[in-house]
């Protein structure tokens, strides 16, 4: 597989882009923040396959940017992890086309950048509400990197299933013309999901995140057995989360499009969770049977 073609500037980009946009080929577009791992890979490799239709090469397209904008004033924009060099090599693994990874935060969110997408309703709530204006930042990049693309689709992971939601109902609401894909979670064998801020996990902190998974296994047993009060299976789940250690932000059963809570869970609603391990905050979900 050859190397991917890198972009650092953005401008030439979209030149690159548009030029096979306009050429009739079909382009499938994986937005991440870079430091890939399996869920990513699954991304990449569903973005690969994609692009390729009837038999044409299509362009399989990566974009790697630690966007500052959707990190708060005390979050871990410094030391998010980055390895652009690992990266490539991922996106190579995976018959990735081109990548544009920016040399310059500055050249996508310049010091006169003005314009803001804010996404109402399912921004709220969730991680809306702990992490304010985060959902704000990263609508504002992707309808950039949309318009920087103009790719068919573009994938994203299910683990996000609030961010998912929102980029959903902007590409809709804005007419964006752009297939918005979600993937499911990809887990460690023990069923941790697979997320770039497990790096900063010591081993015990580990150890301590399995409570997230289990307790959305725990709850998915006991709404299949017939237990549907969503405020016990939250209590139950941020039970099992204390218990380990986890510093709770929220357990939350809701429907999976509106994002509203429910006080019975049904077949689709998704309990969807996040917790502190030590100073690691990490997300999950699991859609309840
Ligand atoms: O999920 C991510 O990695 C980011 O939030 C995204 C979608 C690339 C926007 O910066």
């Known amino acids: 597989m050859p190397l991917p073609q890198l972009f650092t500037d953005p401008a030439a980009w979209q030149a690159r882009c548009g030029q096979a946009r306009d050429s009739g080929d079909r382009l499938a577009l994986v937005p991440t923040m870079g430091y890939l791992h399996d869920g990513h890979r699954s991304l990449l490799r569903e973005a690969r396959r994609r692009a390729d239709q009837g038999g044409r090469r299509g362009l399989a397209l ?46 996508m969110f310049g010091p006169v950048h003005q314009t803001w997408v804010e996404v109402e309703g399912v921004s709220q709530g969730l991680c809306g509400a702990s992490r304010p204006g985060h959902f704000r930042g990263v609508a504002t990049v992707v309808l950039k990197l949309f318009n920087l693309t103009r790719p068919h ?28 894909v979600g993937m499911p979670i990809v887990r460690e064998p023990d069923g941790l999901a697979r997320s770039s801020r497990n790096a900063y996990l010591e081993p015990e902190q580990r150890q301590a995140a399995l409570a997230l998974s289990r307790s959305l296994a725990e709850a998915a047993e006991a709404a299949a057995a017939g237990r549907r009060e969503a405020r016990a299976l939250q209590a139950t789940a941020r039970a099992r989360l204390e218990a380990a250690g986890a510093r709770v932000d929220y357990v939350e059963v809701v429907h999976p499009l509106t994002l509203r809570p429910v006080s019975e869970a049904v077949p689709g609603s998704v309990m969807l969770l996040a917790a502190f391990i030590g100073t690691t905050r990490l997300i999950d979900n699991r859609v309840l049977p």
């Open 62 to 107: 990566a974009t790697i940017f630690v966007n500052p904008t959707q990190f708060g004033p005390t979050e871990d924009l410094s030391r998010y992890p980055r390895d652009l060099a690992g990266d490539l090599a991922t996106c190579e693994a995976a018959g990735i086309d081109a990548v544009l990874a920016p040399s310059d935060p500055a050249l």
């Open 153 to 180: 689709l573009a994938l994203f992971g299910e683990k996000d299933w609030q961010q998912l939601t929102v980029i959903r109902a902007m590409a809709a609401d804005l007419a964006c013309g752009v297939e918005v």
